[in-house]
């Protein structure tokens, strides 16, 4: 059974940073490709970053890309989303997703395998 365990959430202040981590069990995942999501209140589920674990490609929605950075340990099977610059418009709680393919999708659809999140605030 595959279970993803998400950690690291928390409060910052705009401007700060944060490191969530994803710890995949229940298989091998060298052949999936991981991802974080994230919902805020009253809003629909927003893509936010994937890799695959095999070659490391990696796909960013346009309000991130360069502030948050993916990256997986494969030895560890863990995701991690380091966030800096942090703006209140962040504020959400973060999903992290995983499916057996090759490339990384920003359809939540592609994905069927979902943890339970973690929360992040960013104050004013």
């Known amino acids: 059974q595959v279970q993803l365990v998400e950690s690291g959430g928390g409060l910052v202040q705009a401007g700060g940073s944060l490191r969530l981590s994803c710890v995949a069990s229940?298989?091998?995942?060298?052949?999936?490709?991981m991802a974080w999501f994230r919902q805020a209140p009253g809003k629909e589920r927003e893509f936010v970053a994937t890799i695959s674990w095999r070659g490391g490609n990696t796909i960013y929605a346009d309000s991130v890309k360069g502030r948050f950075t993916i990256s997986g340990d494969i030895a560890k099977n863990t995701v991690y989303l380091q966030m800096a610059s942090l703006k209140p418009e962040d504020t959400a709680v973060y999903h992290c997703?995983?499916?057996?393919?090759?490339?990384?999708?920003?359809?939540?659809?592609?994905?069927?395998?979902w943890g339970q999140g973690t929360q992040v605030t960013v104050s004013d």
């Open positions: 997703a995983a499916a057996l393919m090759a490339w990384g999708s920003s359809n939540p659809n592609a994905y069927n395998y």
């Open positions: 229940g298989r091998t995942f060298t052949n999936y490709a």
